[in-house]
């Protein structure tokens, strides 16, 4: 998917073979976007790091063998979920690693883009209105969380006639 073909609605309505009898409409959330740069860059931060500390306990002596080390930085790697960000070498008595700025800028150029589907036809709902209604479900998934949580206070009405 190419972003500069996004209008200035942000929105791309297509089909796919993968989804027959479906329409998909791709929506641009600039904001979203944002969040999810920033959030991205804090984590990657954040596990190179600890991916610091460990080279550091490897450098040392304190940690040894490519098993311990190996787990180790699984531990890190898992905690903040930035794997595919970072290009590791575990060697014994060395760790070594490298963050990948080709695969964060695949993934940057996805940012703040989300696809919904729908079977209603074009003619029926238009790409607008499928996102709206798709927006709105969040309201009902909090009108549900509502009847199923303790701060649902039903009372007893009392008609009079």
């Known amino acids: 998917m190419q972003p500069d073909l996004f209008d200035e609605r942000n929105l791309i309505s297509f089909t796919s073979e993968d989804y027959p009898g479906e329409r998909l409409v791709a929506c641009r959330n600039p904001e979203l ?9 804090d984590l990657i931060a954040a596990t190179s790091r600890e991916l610091e500390k460990v080279a550091g306990m490897v450098a040392s002596g304190k940690l040894s063998g490519r098993d311990k080390i190996g787990v180790r930085v699984g531990k890190v ?13 575990i060697q014994d008595a060395a760790l070594t690693f490298s963050v990948n700025e080709k695969r964060i800028a695949a993934e940057a150029a996805l940012d703040g883009i989300y696809v919904i589907r729908t079977s209603a036809a074009e003619a029926a709902m238009s790409a607008e209105a499928a996102v709206l209604n798709y927006k709105r479900l969040a309201e009902v998934e909090r009108a ?9 206070q039903v009372r007893p009405a009392l008609v009079c006639r």
């Open 144 to 152: 549900f969380r509502t009847l199923k949580g303790v701060d649902l």
């Open 33 to 41: 976007a944002r969040l999810r740069a920033a959030k991205r860059k």
């Open 77 to 89: 790697i898992g905690k903040y979920k930035m794997a595919k960000h970072f290009d590791l070498d």
